[in-house]
């Protein structure tokens, strides 16, 4: 008898002396690895099988690059210190890697669940788009498990769906408006801008390929005076017939004032062009009123 390296147990013929042998039963024993811990941590959930926009995928990656050097306020029970503006506000190297943590203390087993469950939903593409994105899938489950202290595997999988939602979606369409208006160089005023956040933040805005600009284009449309010419002298800057330089915010408000003076009237039900990708600004540009109408944290775990 041999045993080879995967662990099965060879018998060689055996002589039943009337001229005829036979074979025993080959017996296989799988070796078992034991380095290998009983469960490996699986923080690994499926990207949506559709194009994303690359200027969101873009600003996605780096805020994930980013979130993971941020350190998380886990003795902390107020509800703003666990926010993702203020986690990426924070300068702060990390002092404790959070996806290290999970795993020390033991949650690698439900996480596991967790991201079959996520693999295996519905959720739409953005939710998925944005939990692909390991480092905020580990603040998702690091925010359940130790900010709302929820424990089983479908616990966390209905909050992770639901914080995804309310905070990772409102946070990245509110970075699409700044970048929307930084872009179209909008003379606003803080209430304008603050109107429009909350707008996008309240806004189930597609990531697909082509949606983003169009979406934001409209929300700011409705809080800035004469949108629909706004949005008419943008195209004429994008078009290339003139250097976009030269369109500074001064410039595009007298092409507006003139043409609403003229009586231009532009149809409601103008084909939506605007599929152009956002220019994202460098993130230490991220201003502080961007969030500050938002409610939403205001309630505090005991």
Known sequence: ???????????????????????????????????????????????????????????????????????????????????????????????????????????????????KMLNKSSIDHTSKFLLSNEPLYVYALSFVIYYEKVKDAEGINDRVITLTENEIKPFFNILLARAAIEQRHLNLSIEQRKDIYKAASNTNISYVKGMPAGAIS????????????????????????????KGTPQIRQLMVNYLKEIGLVIPEDIP???????????????EEDVFESDNSHDDDVK
């Open 272 to 286: 939506d062009e605007d599929s152009d990708d956002i220019s994202f600004t460098d993130l230490e540009a991220i």
């Open 1 to 115: 008898m041999s045993t080879n390296i995967l662990g099965s147990a060879n018998f060689e013929k055996i002589s039943l002396g009337n001229g005829s042998s036979y074979t025993p039963i080959t017996a296989k024993f799988p070796i078992l690895d034991i380095a290998r811990p009983l469960w490996v941590s699986d923080f690994s959930v499926e990207p949506p099988r559709v194009k994303i926009d690359p200027s969101m995928k873009d600003i996605v990656e780096r805020i994930s690059k980013s979130l993971a050097t941020k350190s998380l306020k886990y003795k902390s029970r107020q509800r703003k210190d666990w926010s993702l503006k203020e986690i990426m506000k924070d300068g702060d190297s990390n002092k404790i890697n959070a996806k290290s943590k999970l795993v020390r203390d033991g949650f690698s087993a439900v996480i596991a669940e967790v991201s």
């Open 218 to 245: 409209k929300i700011i449309a409705k809080y800035v005076d004469n949108g629909s010419i706004h949005d008419l002298v943008d195209r004429f800057f994008a078009s290339g017939e003139i250097d976009p330089a």
